[in-house]
């Protein structure tokens, strides 16, 4: 049971190029969700899903892109790489029932130059 | 604008005193009312949900909840150095769906 895993761990991009975040969860959670998280401040919420199909946008969905064809599987997709984009990027997984916590993946730490 | 408010710290404790954190939350319908911890350059991990209004008891840490007042602490016994984190509360939305998190209050314990 690997839990939630996240690739890649580290990447450097250069403004205007584009790249996916790959997510995926082995605890058939049907919720899942993408944060970033900049130096010293706590976890903005960029999408979700509540199932396969099925997407919204959280509170800074600008600039990404989101998908769910399976339950295990929610890229994040980001066009254009501005500076600004430049963060730690969370993916977490929760199920519908208590205790319904979220679960987090290790993280992608993403630079933009 | 739902929101989450915390203490960003530096909260800095004594070796084996009790920490306390505090969170308030302004969605007056929230249901699940969490407690993480992040060590630097590492994820959120869980240390506590509480649903119900009172006192929940896991080890050295007590999650206090009072709906009324909106308001969700954490209480760290015999704090260790160990302990030295940033502490996240989250409040999951009255529909189920999304968490939101406090921006962190960061703990220090000293030997």
């Known amino acids: 049971n690997a839990g939630v895993t996240q690739t890649p761990k580290f990447r450097i991009l250069k403004i205007g190029q584009s790249m996916t975040l790959q997510c995926a969860q082995d605890?058939?959670?049907?919720?899942m969700y993408w944060y970033r998280q900049d130096p010293g401040m706590g976890l903005k919420l960029i999408y979700y899903?509540?199932?396969?199909?099925?997407?919204d946008k959280g509170e800074v969905p600008n600039g990404y892109n989101v998908s769910r064809s399976t339950t295990e599987d929610f890229p994040l997709r980001l066009e254009l790489a501005a500076p600004s984009q430049t963060s730690v990027y969370f993916c977490?997984?929760?199920?519908?029932?208590?205790?319904?916590?979220?679960?987090f993946g290790p993280g992608t730490r993403l630079t933009v130059l | 604008q739902k929101e989450v408010e915390q203490n960003s710290g530096p909260l800095s404790v004594p070796e084996g005193a009790i920490a306390s954190l505090n969170c308030t939350y302004s969605?007056?319908?929230?249901?699940?009312f969490f407690w993480y911890r992040q060590y630097s350059g590492k994820s959120p991990e869980l240390i506590m949900f509480?649903?119900?209004?009172g006192d929940k008891e896991d080890g050295r840490f007590t999650a206090q909840l009072n709906k009324a007042s909106q308001y969700v602490s954490l209480l760290i016994r015999d704090s260790q150095p160990s302990d030295s984190a940033t502490y996240l509360c989250?409040?999951?939305?009255?529909?189920?769906?999304?968490?939101?998190f406090g921006p962190g209050t960061r703990l220090s314990v000293l030997p």
């Open positions: 977490a997984s929760s199920p519908t029932r208590p205790p319904d916590t979220q679960y």
């Open positions: 605890m058939n959670h049907n919720y």
């Open positions: 899903s509540v199932g396969a199909g099925i997407t």
């Open positions: 969605d007056r319908g929230s249901q699940s």
């Open positions: 509480i649903y119900s209004n």
């Open positions: 989250a409040v999951r939305d009255n529909y189920g769906q999304n968490f939101v």
